[in-house]
């Protein structure tokens, strides 16, 4: 592992090898394929399947929020702290990758139990895997500043990994498809299959496609740019890293409103589509063209940061989110209109998600030469930490509208059960959105003075 320390950290860019770029996008595919088949389908997943009534899935989450704020935090500081002979980050790859996949497919299993012992199976579960894929996430993001150095090329190498992230997200949208088919069904959704049956072994094959890759990048991804410090980080350096500055505290916050955002909008999309529109089979479709989208946009990205800059970038980002949620508010359910929405909405959100990423890695490298340590994970820690609360949150919320509006699986929907679901699926996100702008335009009034992503 290579020493650096002060200038040595502002390195020249220099390209990286064709295989440890394509080792690193892969890193998006196989995330993405443990992580969006649970963040668009669990709920709708424990609702309707498990059968678990919704109150107790709003709990599920809330409790989460407390998880999270733990694991995140003591995962991050213990990565800070890993010594190897494969690196920092990149043994986890390895030791993630098969407890992932087992965890995943346990996680959509329907046990034949009671209420009572199907509620604590669903708590337990969830819990072991949110905590594995907390170490997967943490583990990714921390790479990227140490396999790449200057903003251009972590731009271009996030941007690849959000590509394949992406595409794998693509495929999950045929997930209802999938289900039916291993389920007993047809792909067109025209004969039923038995989705308890369905969803395990769909997740099966998600997981057999995940963990090869994960394998590949581990064998060869290399962290050419982490300090090997011969003392450990203490907890107060990594504190100071978050705590004392107000402009990470405010990426911090948008973090939280985007990821928010997007679940709002991702696990209400069975339910608007199934119970408003009475439209399921558009679901796959819909999923497709937004995502199709933000794949065209993920293409872009790194020549609409040498237009306009990275602050402006993601202004014009959280902006056009907003104006896609805005056009599917006034299109009535007419569906043309709401395609033309998700549209806007896949184009525009793909560019915060990604430059989020990008612009942390820039506060890794100042605090990394100021204190000379490991300060990656702990940083992403914090931010993760961010983004599974406004998951939770999400999902807790969901659940809870859900559940006072009266919905209950297999019941009659009646019309406040219907106006629930286009507020989880429309308002909701589009409120939320407003807030992450009205942020974002603080964050950069404050860096126009100062700061290396002014100028970036």
């Not at 034949?112 to 579960?125: R, S």
């Not at 496609?209 to 994960?214: C, D, E, G, S, Y």
Request: include cysteine; charge should be positive; proline fraction near 4%.
């Amino acid at each position: 592992m290579r020493r650096l320390s002060g200038p040595d950290m502002r390195m020249k860019e220099i390209g990286l090898p064709l295989k440890e770029t394509a080792s690193y996008a892969s890193l998006g595919f196989a995330s993405s394929l443990f992580s969006q088949i649970v963040s668009i389908y669990l709920i709708y997943f424990y609702t309707d399947v498990m059968k678990i009534p919704p109150g107790y899935v709003a709990v599920l989450f809330l409790v989460s929020h407390i998880w999270d704020a733990v694991n995140d935090q003591i995962f991050g500081y213990l990565m800070c702290r890993t010594k190897s002979r494969f690196g920092i980050y990149r043994p986890y790859l390895l030791w993630t990758a098969f407890p992932m996949a087992a965890l995943t497919i346990l996680l959509f299993l329907t046990p034949a139990f009671t209420l009572g012992w199907k509620i604590v199976y669903a708590y337990v579960l969830y819990f072991l895997w949110d905590s594995a894929m907390t170490l997967l996430n943490l583990s990714t993001n921390s790479l990227l500043p140490m396999i790449s150095a200057g903003l251009s090329e972590r731009t271009r190498l996030n941007s690849s990994r959000i590509i394949f992230s992406v595409a794998a997200t693509l495929l999950i949208s045929f997930t209802p498809n999938f289900v039916n088919l291993l389920g007993g069904g047809n792909l067109g959704l025209t004969v039923m299959g038995n989705p308890t049956q369905g969803y395990p072994l769909t997740a099966a094959v998600y997981a057999a496609m995940a963990v090869p890759l994960l394998l590949f990048a581990f064998r060869n991804i290399r962290e050419k740019y982490a300090l090997s410090a011969k003392e450990k980080i203490p907890f107060k350096t990594a504190l100071r890293c978050v705590g004392g500055d107000r402009q990470l505290l405010l990426l911090f916050v948008l973090f939280f409103f985007i990821w928010m955002a997007n679940t709002f909008k991702s696990s209400s999309t069975m339910y608007y589509l199934a119970h408003v529109l009475q439209n399921a089979q558009l679901q796959s479709f819909f999923f497709f063209t937004g995502l199709g989208a933000s794949f065209v946009m993920q293409l872009c990205v790194r020549r609409v940061v040498k237009k306009i800059r990275i602050i402006p970038a993601v202004l014009l980002g959280l902006l056009g989110s907003a104006a896609g949620f805005l056009l599917m508010l006034v299109s009535n359910g007419v569906v043309p209109l709401l395609l033309a929405g998700n549209i806007v909405y896949g184009l525009f959100s793909a560019i915060p998600a990604n430059l989020c990423f990008v612009m942390l890695a820039e506060y890794v490298d100042k605090y990394t030469r100021k204190y000379k340590q490991n300060v990656a994970s702990w940083i992403y820690a914090t931010f993760n930490f961010g983004t599974k609360v406004g998951v939770s949150l999400a999902g807790t919320l969901i659940s809870t509208i859900l559940a006072s509006a009266g919905y209950v699986a297999d019941n009659p929907i009646t019309a406040p059960i219907q106006q629930a679901m286009t507020f989880n699926f429309m308002v909701a996100p589009s409120i939320i959105y407003v807030f992450a702008l009205l942020l974002m335009l603080l964050y950069a009034w404050r860096e126009r003075d100062a700061g290396s992503l002014a100028s970036a």
